[in-house]
């Protein structure tokens, strides 16, 4: 079996608020450039509190069995695979 990896970028930002647009705008700029991108587990934490982690992305599971909802944690709308500001016309 391959052994993965997994890259710990800390980055700051002044707040929780901002922390996670600039997660979430990062995830989705590399996801561009690989596949191997994991939304579902992009966190933001305190600089001195980082073992309390904030999720980024909803992740929930989407009801049609089709996959994982790529919305801001917080989100209103109804789960979706990408959000409706993303999707391709």
């Known amino acids: 079996m391959t052994e993965r990896w997994v890259i710990h970028l ?12 600039f997660a979430r705008t ?12 994991e939304p579902g587990g992009v966190t933001v934490s305190a600089e001195d ?6 999720w980024v ?7 049609d069995g089709g996959g994982r909802c790529a919305l801001p944690v917080d989100h ?5 695979r990408r ?3 993303l999707r391709r016309r």
């Open 10 to 21: 800390p980055v700051t930002a002044p707040d929780l608020h901002r922390a996670r647009i």
């Open 26 to 37: 990062a995830t989705r700029v590399l996801a561009q450039l690989t596949a191997r991108v």
């Open 49 to 54: 509190a980082q073992c309390v982690r904030h």
């Open 57 to 63: 992305f909803c992740d929930r599971p989407l009801p």
């Open 76 to 80: 209103v709308a109804t789960c979706a």
């Open 83 to 85: 959000a409706p500001w």
